[in-house]
T-cell receptor, first 109, second 114 residues
């Protein structure tokens, strides 16, 4: 079945870059997503990448996809305290999303 | 993108009572909606896929008689937690998929059963 894994915790200083990693097992995934969840709130879609792409950049966010290794990463440049949240990667199976365990990003001043 | 509204955002109920959570797609006709549950410090787990006009499809391990899903229109799906118990306390989130590219989520409902 599908399985998506992430490291649980990442701590960075304000202004540094953050890299959140994700591995998945379903090679038939069409799209891969990154979501941000702030405390008590629903998920906010940050960005997504189509499986035939290697990289996608959107302002401070860069997504890298290594399809051979089934590895996805999210880089946040110039990380701010407002970026502190839980970040979930997700991949599509057949119309449903399978989520990773979430990475808690803590940004310190 | 689609706007998804979930109500209520927060509810406390007594053990043994039932609670209904609504999920509305405000600007998009959703034939399919998804219900997720998130326990503290854990990931989202898909509970069921709600299909307009037909029965919901439940994931393995989710009791369909306990979590009743009704998707009576293209803009509304409801999840009723029947005979709630403290172990049902969780964060429930609905979502809609727009095409194959984007999923939009409600703001979530935090259920506390006392």
């Amino acid at each position: 079945g599908e399985d998506v894994e992430q490291s649980l915790f990442l701590s960075v200083r304000e202004g540094d870059s953050s890299v959140i990693n994700c591995t998945y097992t379903d090679s038939s995934s069409t799209y891969l997503y990154w979501y941000k969840q702030e405390p008590g709130a629903g998920l906010q879609l940050l960005t997504y990448i189509f499986s035939n792409m290697d990289m996608k950049q959107d302002q401070r966010l860069t997504v890298l996809l290594n399809k051979k290794d089934k590895h996805l990463s999210l880089r946040i440049a110039d990380t701010q305290t407002g970026d502190s949240a839980i970040y979930f990667c997700a991949e599509t199976g057949f119309q449903k999303l399978v989520f990773g365990t979430g990475t808690r990003l803590l940004v310190s001043p | 993108g689609a706007v998804v509204s979930q109500h209520p955002s927060w509810v406390i109920c007594k053990s043994g009572t039932s609670v209904k959570i609504e999920c509305r797609s405000l600007d998009f006709q959703a034939t399919t909606m998804f219900w997720y549950r998130q326990f503290p410090k854990q990931s989202l787990m898909l509970m069921a896929t709600s299909n307009e006009g037909s029965k919901a499809t439940y994931e393995q391990g989710v009791e369909k008689d306990k979590f009743l899903i009704n998707h009576a229109s293209l803009t509304l799906s409801t999840l009723t937690v029947t005979s709630a118990h403290p172990e049902d306390s969780s964060f429930y989130i609905c979502s809609v998929l727009q095409g194959d590219t984007e999923a939009f989520f409600g703001q979530g409902t935090r259920l506390t059963v006392v």
